[in-house]
């Protein structure tokens, strides 16, 4: 396919406009990133689900997950190209509301995907329970500490939804349950560069620490990173999927992580803005759902259909 090759070629989504006589819907997808795998799953599953409505669309996102003010130009560029819908993951949920507000105006029906925006704008939200589905990484952190003990977090951003809301449905979930568990530090970094050298500082800084939590992929291969490099022997616990966690799970340096459904993240999108241009209506937070994995059930059916690699 034309797209996948522009896109491999540039390493970034194609930022073409829609053809002018096309006659089928146009909807713009503007992701929070595009270097992880995560992203790549993402925009298969609104392809998929573009190519069962009928749709066009373009994917596209800023090269890293820190480039806020680059994502703002994308969306400012897709607005002005007046698509039949849009689809939207913030990198920041306050800073893009005054666009959305633009796009809202000129008519164009809005869905918020992976990170919600503060504002209700958005017809509808697909994404992960992330408060539940970090708590639910708590309690198994918990568990493999032995209920007590001194932890760590590394947390992929503090301006996105998805971050703040991993970063307080874990610490919530520890300071409400495990009394005798002890969060020492909490550090941000989703790429896996900053990660890496982030895990290594909270590890010398609390050599007693039994335990880091990685919120999403890029925090997590930091965190891989940082433990070989360290010899650090604590339980790893990440977020998300990619060949690299998966591996690190099979062999053990990796406890376990929580596995969103990213196909199916992409496919909602694509779905409700699809119903929403027939007057369709919608509910306001689809929830895409979440597993645990770990070495114990890797193969499993149900997991193994929403790990990519």
């Given amino acids: 396919m034309k797209l996948k090759t522009a896109i491999a070629a ?9 053809p002018a006589f096309a006659q089928e819907p146009y909807f713009a997808i503007i992701s929070k990133g595009f270097q992880h795998q995560f992203w790549q799953a993402v925009k298969s599953g609104a392809e998929q689900s573009a190519k069962k409505n009928g749709v066009t669309i373009t994917f596209e996102a800023p090269e890293t997950e820190a480039m806020i003010d ?61 408060l539940k589905a970090a708590a639910a990484a708590a309690d198994k952190m918990a568990e493999a500490v032995g209920k007590s003990g001194e932890i760590g977090m590394l947390v992929h951003d503090q301006t996105s939804q998805t971050g703040i809301q991993r970063r307080d449905g874990f610490k919530n979930e520890i300071e409400s349950k495990y009394p005798d568990i002890k969060i020492v530090d909490i550090q941000y970094g989703g790429d ?21 939590f990685a919120s999403n992929e890029g925090s997590a291969i930091g965190l891989l990173q940082a433990a070989r490099e360290s010899k650090a022997k604590i339980i790893a616990i990440g977020f998300d999927s990619g060949k690299q ?22 496919e909602c999108v694509v779905d409700s803005l699809a119903k929403a241009i027939k007057g369709e209506k919608l509910d306001k937070v689809i929830d895409t759902g ?13 997991v193994s259909a929403v790990l990519y690699d």
């Fill in 10 to 18: 540039l390493g970034l989504a194609s930022a073409l406009s829609a």
């Fill in 70 to 130: 680059k994502q703002i130009d994308m969306l400012n560029a897709a607005i002005a190209k007046k698509p039949q819908g849009l689809g939207f993951a913030a990198l920041d949920s306050q800073a893009e509301v005054p666009l959305l507000k633009k796009a809202h105006e000129a008519g164009i029906p809005i869905v918020a995907f992976d990170s919600g925006v503060d504002s209700d704008l958005p017809l509808a939200t697909c994404s992960t329970d992330n």
């Fill in 192 to 212: 896996p560069l900053v990660a890496t050298e982030s895990a290594k500082a909270m590890l010398a800084a609390h050599p007693q620490i039994k335990g880091i």
């Fill in 245 to 266: 966690q998966k591996a690190a799970i099979a062999d053990g340096s990796e406890y376990g992580a929580i596995t969103q459904n990213p196909v199916g993240i992409g």
């Fill in 290 to 302: 979440f597993y645990w994995y770990d070495k114990s059930n890797l193969s499993d059916p149900k």
